[in-house]
């Protein structure tokens, strides 16, 4: 028998939350706080993005986010610059410095979390590829749902 959908979806979100608690902890190497972490990371992969987006995309208040912003930019991680199309739009850019931190913080994920599988089998290795492979579709499942209630 199959186990029932929401007795694997409170596993899979207990599991998905303490996983990303242990991963979290080599962002503390960055010496960036996790607010500023989360706001780099959109402009990075989404953006660039104007202050608002960038406020919803973090489900902040815009004048949270321009604090952030700011903190980002005195560290030398985002940019503003004026919209090409509408000079009154300022679009938030990640800087060369702000992917390389980044990247690096990403690196260390990666690296923590591949020495941690190298203890597992190679079967545990190999139905975890496979239950990874099922968590990329299912997350793409639940965007596209949403997509279809917005």
């Given at each position: 028998?199959?186990?029932?959908?929401?007795?694997?979806?409170?596993?899979?979100?207990?599991?998905?939350?303490?996983?990303?608690?242990?991963?979290?902890?080599?962002?503390?190497?960055?010496?960036?706080?996790?607010?500023?972490?989360?706001?780099?990371?959109?402009?990075?992969?989404?953006?660039?993005?104007?202050?608002?987006?960038?406020?919803?995309?973090?489900?902040?208040?815009?004048?949270?986010?321009?604090?952030?912003?700011?903190?980002?930019?005195?560290?030398?991680?985002?940019?503003?610059?004026?919209?090409?199309?509408?000079?009154?739009?300022?679009?938030?850019?990640?800087?060369?410095?702000?992917?390389?931190?980044?990247a690096?913080?990403?690196?260390?994920?990666?690296e923590?979390?591949?020495?941690?599988?190298?203890?597992?089998?190679?079967?545990?290795r190999?139905?975890?590829?496979?239950?990874?492979?099922?968590?990329?579709?299912?997350?793409?499942?639940?965007?596209?749902?949403?997509?279809?209630?917005?």
């Amino acid at each position: 028998m199959s186990p029932r959908p929401e007795e694997i979806a409170d596993q899979l979100h207990s599991a998905a939350i303490a996983l990303l608690r242990q991963l979290r902890r080599e962002d503390d190497a960055t010496g960036i706080t996790a607010p500023r972490l989360s706001a780099l990371s959109v402009v990075v992969f989404g953006g660039p993005l104007t202050l608002g987006q960038l406020a919803s995309a973090e489900q902040v208040k815009p004048p949270t986010m321009t604090r952030i912003v700011t903190g980002l930019e005195g560290d030398g991680l985002v940019e503003r610059r004026d919209d090409a199309r509408d000079g009154r739009v300022t679009q938030i850019h990640a800087t060369a410095k702000g992917r390389r931190i980044l990247a690096a913080g990403r690196a260390r994920r990666v690296e923590t979390l591949a020495a941690a599988l190298r203890a597992l089998s190679g079967r545990d290795r190999t139905s975890l590829a496979s239950g990874v492979r099922v968590l990329k579709e299912l997350v793409g499942a639940m965007r596209s749902s949403a997509s279809r209630i917005d």
